[in-house]
């Protein structure tokens, strides 16, 4: 698996894209396989407001698919953050192809989308990636620059989250913005700067907080040309002269008398003036034709002189002063260029090679080298990468799934769900005219391929089917009329003649109540000696499975082994790499009871018949989850700290434990998914909300297909 390295910016205006320039090259020039990934494409800050025309910046993501920001605000308005991550995810497993490094660049906060460290912090947990803050210290002293990237740092965990390894302080020494205009004057910048302050601040030492990189500003590579700002102001142009090339790097507004100009005719400043203020352009002519290499000239209001005064000039524009045109006045023009943001264009190949070069030279040699290790995070599945990974196998499945439960809301939203994005499809068991009055009732669009069966109109079918298969009971006529009676029974019939592929139930009936047709009817599996479940609790960074929660009161230590290989394999068919712990109320020898020793006996067992799986026990819970813990009460435990699959010792245990943690953490836990048994059949919390029947539908498809 790649390194994925997120780079999050701390504020605007931070120089994201010329350090991805710089990460991305140092990479290449270190033999680093490196991709460039931007999950959401953010549009150019130069655009003016009025105008629809963008100044296109470089992108760095060639081949890779991104989300439009755009889209993503229209999906989190309408409450479907969890979609735009789902797709994220998506593009990304396209775009991630034997790479070493995947670089993946952030959003960056702006006046309009204050929500970008919120969007930054759900994508890096989704893509699994380590973060690496991009800050420039502004106006800020050493100690104010700290406690801002400690605050920043909250966002993502705080400094101690192992996936925040860093920081990256870009723009060191950027003195403040001339008084004048967009760039600092080349007098004010301070030469022989000392880096030794930000390399010694607190919060790098003694943590695995890291500084990264430690880049200065060079006013060169600030400098935009002057068609770039052309483009941005859509300007006339009334002499091209050498804009394709020339730079400038300040700005004045002037209106003075040309006693008052000459000490701002300085090489590289953009000289902004009324039209019709012909002795400043003339001033301006002059001192270019005497050797000064200003960076324009830009004319206000629309106005422009008379040929006499471009044939005094003439020599002046002849010699490469580029001359342009705006419709504004001098203020408008100014709140206009004062916005324009001196951020690389695509065919700014020059400065694009400096700016790489530059970042390049000042990042941390030793975090390179270490990019070429081999990554630790292969056991890691995000959330919405294991909801990505569920609905792909299940469209890829295409299985119908029974939904005995037909006039429950949230069931007739799910299959709605399920039908509109091709997750499975559907099939509702109810009145038909009841289930199209709750849908309208509750703004339901209900898909064309959604299917609703009334179960009045075949229960007769049914009857001799159910007495041939129950006949050694003694099933009669009359009581299989009855029994069919609850649609639970009907659908599980359904299921038994391969009508459908699975089974969905639970929203209001028991487990008892879905189990227990499916146990009479449906029969375990052949090599199953019992049937059992299990939960996946989607936790903000990873996915966990919880077994067994839902079936088993009292497995003995034989059950409880084979829990624990039936958990076991079902994490890891759904991509979620097993290390299952043993869960008791004694972690290894430090208590006692039959309970610990019920624990430790089914882990020998479980262990004995699969020695291929990582198993250990008994845990408790806080030493199988949090690796501080794990180093303290199972140090040589190859479990403790980085368990992905928890077998409870019954099922007050389990039952107690995943309630608690859904409900407290409000996360979502897709399940009870049944293992064991001969054909797919779910049973759902009847608190379930109508995500967890989504997926359940989608986990339910794909074990039809496996």
Known sequence: MSHRIMLIPVGSGVGLTSVSLGLLHACEQNGIKVGHFKPISQPSRNTLAKKNKTVEAISLSQNSTSVSLSYVEEKMGDGLHDVVLEEIVANFDDFNQEQDVVIIEGLVPTTRQPYAGRINRDVAQALCADIVLVASPGNDSAEEFEDRIEVSAETYGGIKNKHLIGCIINKLNSPDQDEFGLLPREEDIENDFNLAPWQNLTIFKGRDFDLLGTVTWELDLMAPRVIDICNYLEAK??????????????????????????????????????????????ATCLSALNGTKLGALILTNGYEPSEQVWDLCKQALDAGLPVLSVPWDTWQTSRHIMSFNPEIPQDDIQRHEKVKQHVADNLNSEWLSKLTAASDNTSLLSPPAFRHKLTELARQANKLIVLPEGTDIRTIKAAAICCERNIARCQLIGNKEEILQIAEHQGIYLPDNLLITDPDNIRENYIGPMVELRKDKGLTEVIAQESLQDNVVLATMMLQLGQVDGLVSGAVNTTANTIRPALQLIKTAPNSSLVSSIFFMLLPDQVLV????????????????????????????????????????????????????????????????????????PLQYDAAIMENVAKKKAPNSPVAGKATVFVFPDLNTGNTTYKAVQRSADLVSIGPMLQGMNKPVNDLSRGALVDDIVYTIALTAIQAKQ
Request: charged fraction near 20%; charge should be neutral.
């Open 546 to 617: 919880y077994g067994d929660c839902a079936i088993n009161p009292e497995p003995n230590a034989e059950q409880l082994a084979d829990i624990a290989i039936q958990s076991a394999d079902s994490a890891a068919s759904f991509g979620i790499e097993p290390r299952v712990a043993m869960i008791s109320y004694s972690t290894g020898s430090s208590g006692h009871g039959a309970d610990v020793e019920k624990v430790a006996k089914a882990t020998a067992l479980a262990k004995k018949k699969r020695p291929d799986l990582i198993i250990d026990g």
């Open 237 to 282: 142009v009334i002499n091209a002269g050498d804009m394709q090339h020339r730079r400038f790097r300040s700005v004045a507004f002037c209106a003075r008398s040309v006693s008052n100009l000459v000490s701002y005719l300085v090489p590289g400043r953009l000289i902004v003036t009324p039209g019709d203020r012909t002795d400043i352009i003339i």
